[in-house]
């Protein structure tokens, strides 16, 4: 304490031109953006993307396919003012043209109904969780699914050659880490269409028919719960079917299709009139009839962009799930040997950087759940920080490898940039300006944002007299910094205010409002930044150092803006320092 109580007193705080980056927390590092259409940076983004979808909308390479790949997408957020930030519809002109629709629709719009294949694993979890919540996530899946109980049994004895279902949960098996085989049948995909001679042709040895490790269900007969698969999702319905006594449809219809109003969304197959079917060939080659039977919870739904967005947007506002439990939801399960992905509930993660900000130290999550089934393929992409996702469903007799994931890529690429710089520049319009207190001292503080930088910057921080950005910099750091910064993040939480409450300095009614709380990160920008990294020491560990320096049992990184009811900053407030100060 000596050491830290003398380097206070030098008070040496020089700035260098050349600052290492700064370290946000995981997870926004400004509030989410409401008014997409009056950024700048938003609009010059969907421009780019307008020209860039017509352009690949004439592009028939065998990367893109547009004369007979018809697809709906969607930008949603969960903004009131722009709920649907940008949207696109192409109808493959092959498909345009002909009078085979089988049925289906001519043309593609936002409520074209299409198959989603394994997206429909997200309808299912989320059903679990709004049934159910996570409570039972780590007990023993045999504890509701006795049948499997016998078959943990025998992987005792031989845990080569049996799952141990004794040690499998219900929340490894959302989470795709129970280890159970990913389909039961010939040739281990949901849709199989391989038979036996086919699989011969290919270099498989023919089976003998009494080999008593052959699959008795499969194509046909489907496999019931007699004669049940291994696959995850459907011993999940299984078990919730068990506690809730009632059918896994059912179940979904009542917590999530009719909540949310759905009505382009169907866990059976939909009626043709709705959907794009397109040839060449029957709607049993577009395997729009096909159905999953009991391992329909893997990948048996239909829906459009327009309800796909409806259900991101209500797993971002937590309209189905208390708040606690989405933040639960939307965390990995697991890392894989990709650094940049991970695997969740049962989420594709990817980890995004966004290199133009703070030298790679902000990192956006998506949380995606693609699919893929005869001539569909889907993709749901959610981006938790901005309360925004993506919607794509594609159609196509020969749908190029990886094409929903391709049309995220292009939003993406102009998107995320756009959606950071459209949060900055809110928050600045919201928080930046001089902040002062002539009352009980003689404190200021700025605050700042920056296009290169996370977060609110504060600057100039004195309190009575003091520079409180070099102190809380030492204190934190536990040296004398030569280049102390103070970045500010969002919470999330916020306590709504009653009148008369919130102006305490002037004793001025004022209109009702809220309470907002930041969090703060205290650096030395003079550190050197480890490029590339070293095997264990880090130059990003701010989680550890949040709360670390409190006076009087309050933290001194914690801040408070009080918000008038028209929706104007009042004041900050430290906690620690116990001292508001008003917005110039
Ligand atoms: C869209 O932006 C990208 C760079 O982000 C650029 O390469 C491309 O040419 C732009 N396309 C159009 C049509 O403006
Ligand atoms: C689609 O375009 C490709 C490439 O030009 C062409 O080979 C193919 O015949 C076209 N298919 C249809 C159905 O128009
Ligand atoms: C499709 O339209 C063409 C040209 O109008 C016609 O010759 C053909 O019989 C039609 N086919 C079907 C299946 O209706
Ligand atoms: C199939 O398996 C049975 C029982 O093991 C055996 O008797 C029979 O010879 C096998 N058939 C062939 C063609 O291998
Ligand atoms: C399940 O499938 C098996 C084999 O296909 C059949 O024998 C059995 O009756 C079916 N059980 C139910 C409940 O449908
Ligand atoms: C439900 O959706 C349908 C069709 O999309 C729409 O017509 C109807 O107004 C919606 N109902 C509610 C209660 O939102
Ligand atoms: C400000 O500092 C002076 C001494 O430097 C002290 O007397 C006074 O109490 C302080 N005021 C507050 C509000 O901390
Ligand atoms: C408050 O601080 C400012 C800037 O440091 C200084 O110019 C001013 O004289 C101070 N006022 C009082 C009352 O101490």
Redesign the pocket.
Known sequence: MFGIAALLLLLLATTFATAAPNCPPLGPVFEKPRNFKSSAAIRAALANLTETFQARDADNSAAVRANITSYSLEVFSISDTDPVVFSWHHTAPAHASSNVTNGGVKETDADTVYRLGSLTKIFTVYTWLAQDGDVRWNEPITKYVPELAKAADKAKDDPVGNVAWGEVTVGSLAGQLSGAVRDYGLMGELTQTVDQNTAVQLGFPALNSSDPTLP??GVW?HC????YTNTGFQILAYALESIKGKPFQTLMEESILHPLNLSHTFYNKAPSNLGIIPGPGTPSDAQWDYQLGDENPAGNMYSSVRDISALGRSIMRSTLLAPVLTNRWLKPAALTSEPNAGVGYPWGIRRIVLSSVTNGKRVVDAYNKAGRIGYYNSLLNLLPDYGVGFSVLLAGPNLPANANFNLADVLGEQLLPALEAAAREQAQDTYGGSYYSNGGGNSSLKITTQPDRPGLGIENWVSNGTDMQYVAVVLAAGYAPVNPSIRLYPTGLETTVIPGEMDRENGRAATKGKRVAYKAVFEDLNVPSRTPPSMFSTDCGSWVSLTGVTYGSMPLDQFFFEVDGSGRVVSIENAALRMVMRKG
């Open positions: 008795k269900c007969p019931n719960r007699t004669a």
